[in-house]
């Protein structure tokens, strides 16, 4: 079965500390991953996306993520966390052989301390 | 520059009054997708439109309608809302099925 898991429920950093964010799927075809964001009572914010080609991603506010076919992950990373990247974030899977679904991950919710 | 516009942001509807949700676009995308997302957890598709063509999830409620007039228009019909309806409603495009989905801001509905 298709699934996309988001280990980790609740992460805390301080600001200026590294991040990364972890998510895993299974898939029987190439998959085509993406993260959003979503700030509290809004919608969905597309960080990056990753189709094919080069494996690292660069999105949007500083994020990039990485593919790595052979541990099924697609961890989003950002070097230095300011306090208005506390939020939740998705991970989300699509295939060709699967259409229109997009399956999300279950979500993390990013905390930035002072 | 707002390319995917839902209205309103909030909506209250009393238990079993029909609502219905709007959604716009200026993308001019084929495929336009309706998500209920309750709190803390994940969007759920409850269907999408390619083009004039509707598809609905298996799992999506009788309960839930929609509607695309026109490629700009989709609209969520609501026809007998219960508590358990009471969550945030997600409209999205995408050029084609494997593209990028774009997100509207959401409706938030409460029902009394």
């Known amino acids: 079965a298709q699934s996309v898991t988001q280990p980790d429920i609740h992460i805390t950093v301080s600001e200026g500390a590294s991040l990364e964010l972890r998510c895993n799927y299974s898939?029987?075809?190439?998959?085509?991953l993406f993260w959003y964001v979503q700030s509290p009572g809004q919608g969905l914010q597309l960080l990056l996306k990753?189709?094919?080609?080069?494996?690292l991603v660069q999105g949007i506010k500083g994020f990039e993520a990485e593919f790595k076919r052979s541990q099924s992950s697609f961890n989003l990373r950002k070097p230095s966390v300011h306090w208005s990247d506390a939020a939740e974030y998705f991970c989300?899977?699509?295939?060709?052989?699967?259409?229109?679904?997009?399956?999300f991950g279950k979500g993390t919710s990013l905390l930035v301390t002072p | 520059d707002a390319m995917v516009i839902q209205n309103p942001r909030y909506q209250v509807t009393q238990f079993g009054k029909p609502v219905t949700l709007s959604c716009s676009q200026t993308?001019?995308?084929?495929?336009m997708y309706w998500y209920q997302q309750k709190s803390s957890q994940a969007p759920k598709l409850l269907f999408h439109?390619?083009?004039?063509?509707?598809?609905n999830e298996a799992d999506t409620p009788d309960n839930f309608q929609s509607r695309r007039p026109n490629t700009s228009f989709c609209f969520l019909d609501i026809r007998s809302p219960g508590l358990g309806d009471a969550a945030m409603y997600l409209c999205?495009?995408?050029?084609?099925?494997?593209?990028?989905?774009?997100f509207g801001p959401g409706t938030r509905l409460t029902v009394l």
């Open positions: 898939y029987g075809a190439t998959p085509y």
């Open positions: 993308l001019n995308h084929n495929v």
């Open positions: 989300a899977v699509g295939a060709a052989n699967s259409g229109y679904a997009l399956n």
């Open positions: 439109y390619y083009d004039k063509d509707f598809n």
């Open positions: 990753y189709f094919s080609g080069d494996t």
């Open positions: 999205a495009t995408s050029r084609d099925h494997t593209d990028t989905q774009y």
